[in-house]
C-alpha cells in the first residue's frame, strides 16, 4: 500500500525558503505515471490547494503562490519536494503531500512549519 | 475563482443522527465535487468523489449528492469515530478549493 511521508525544518525564518520533500513508499513512483499535489492547512483554518506536479514535471501552481513556489520530482528517489521562497508568517501551516489530479486518495500525515524569527 | 461556500463551520449531534452539510459553489461545477475526513494528526480521508460516489472502503452511512451549484454530505446514523472536519473541494477549474470545513462534535 502506497504511504506519503512530508519531512522538512519545522520553523522557517521571515523571508527565507521553505522547502520540504514528500518520499513515497510501498511502490515506485517510476512504474506508474500519478500526479502529485501539495496542499496546506493554516492553523485552525481551511484548506488550500497549493498546486501539482506530473511525473514528466509538468506543474500548475496556484497563482494566490504567484511566482514563491516551485515543486519538482525525482522518480528514482521516490521523493517530491516543494520550495517556497520569501515566506511569512502567513504560511505557517501544516503541509500536505497527496497523490492524485482532481482528487486525492492517498495523503500523507503533514508537517507542521511554523515562520518565526 | 470558484468559491467554495460550506455551512454550518461546527455542527454538534448525538450518535445515531443524521447529519447533514452543504456546500455551495459560486458556479455550476456540474459534478466535480469531493468530500475529505480531516483527523487531527492523521491522513486526510476520502470519502466521496463525483459528488455521490462513495470511495472504496468507507462506510456506507457516508453518502453525497447534489449538482451544478448546491451540494449535500449526509452521516445517516452519527458514530464516535465521526469526529472529524470535513471539506468539500471542487476540481471544476483551475485553481481547485475547498470549502471552509465542518466541525464535528459530539453532544
Known amino acids: 500500500q502506497v504511504q506519503l511521508k512530508e519531512s522538512g525544518p519545522g520553523l522557517v525564518k521571515p523571508s527565507q525558503t521553505l522547502s520540504l520533500t514528500c518520499t513515497v513508499s510501498g511502490g515506485s513512483m517510476s512504474s506508474v505515471a500519478f500526479f502529485w499535489t501539495w496542499i496546506r492547512q493554516h492553523p485552525g483554518k481551511g484548506l488550500e490547494w497549493l498546486g501539482y506536479?506530473?511525473?514528466?514535471?509538468?506543474?500548475y501552481y496556484n497563482p494566490s503562490l504567484k511566482s514563491r513556489v516551485t515543486m519538482s520530482i525525482d522518480t528514482s528517489k521516490n521523493q517530491l519536494s516543494l520550495k517556497l521562497t520569501s515566506v511569512t508568517a502567513a504560511d505557517t501551516a501544516v503541509y500536505y503531500c497527496?497523490?492524485?489530479?482532481?482528487?486525492?486518495?492517498?495523503w500523507g500525515q503533514g508537517t507542521l512549519v511554523t515562520v518565526s524569527s | 475563482d470558484i468559491q467554495m461556500t460550506q455551512s454550518p463551520s461546527s455542527l454538534s449531534a448525538s450518535v445515531g443522527d443524521r447529519v447533514t452539510i452543504t456546500c455551495q459553489a459560486s458556479q455550476d461545477i456540474s459534478n466535480y465535487l469531493n468530500w475529505y475526513q480531516l483527523k487531527p494528526g492523521k491522513a486526510p480521508k476520502l470519502l466521496i468523489y463525483d459528488a455521490s460516489n462513495l470511495e472504496a472502503g468507507v462506510p456506507s452511512r457516508f453518502s453525497g449528492s447534489g449538482s451544478g451549484t448546491d451540494f449535500t454530505f449526509t452521516i445517516s446514523s452519527l458514530q464516535p469515530e465521526d469526529i472529524a472536519t470535513y471539506y468539500c473541494q471542487h476540481y471544476d477549474n483551475l485553481p481547485y478549493a475547498f470549502g471552509q470545513g465542518t466541525k464535528l462534535e459530539i453532544k
Open positions: 497527496a497523490r492524485g489530479k482532481i482528487r486525492w486518495e492517498v
Open positions: 506536479i506530473y511525473d514528466s514535471g509538468t506543474t
